[in-house]
């Protein structure tokens, strides 16, 4: 039983050329699927090339990531259903979106301003995905509270719905676990810092439990700091299966089971 990665973005890669050299390596240390989650425009049809490319390894979403939302917003998420009327390939999810304060401008009212239209694209979305009754994955940062809020008010199903990179603590995971929701987690578990996310983790427990990468970012000990890729997800289901107290194989089995339950894919 191998691992599936989550979460990845691949377009980095194969900007490099390398894309096939991190998929082999991905297999090698037994991660042989891996969902490339899309960002904006520019790698939607990437990564359902990569699908259609690369079949029963690569699966793709697409999504508006609230760090993409410019004016033009709406231009944008209007072509996101013509992905679901696709005869060769579907998307497994629609996402990344959601809020981010983070990354905003320094400056008061721009911040303000992106922060609006952040909103309003992610209703859109969230529209659009009660509509498809698709899985969506939610990328929520420093806006962790009002992004809930608009998932409530969506009419959306919470078990459609996956925080990815959860880095928030226990209470809030029991808050998405509690309306039929879920967290995935990435390498930031390995984190010296990330006490409250490992007891998020623990909190929820392994029944509903994915893991991913986020790569390039965000990679896990021993090679935090460096570019992170796919094949790394072995690391973080290492160090969960440490933490809950089981076998890397069990880890395996279940968080394999469930993201395949998850995303629709066998
Ligand atoms: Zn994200
Ligand atoms: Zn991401």
Redesign the pocket.
Known sequence: MALIDT?A?LDSYARKGELGAVLDRAKDAGVNKVIA?G?DLDDWDFNREQAIAYPGQVYYTVGLHPCCVKEDWAQSVQRLESYWLDARIKPVALG?CGLDRFHLPKDELEALKIFAWQIDAFKVQLELARKLKCKLVI?ARGAFQETVQLIDASGVDWANIVF??FSEGADEVRALNARGGRASFTGIITYKNADNVRAALLAQGIEILMVET?APYLAPAPNRGKTNEPAWVSYTALSAATLLGVSTQHLTEVTTRNAKLFFGIS
Do not use: A, K, W, Y
């Open positions: 979460h973005h989650i960002t990344e990328h990815h990179c986020d």
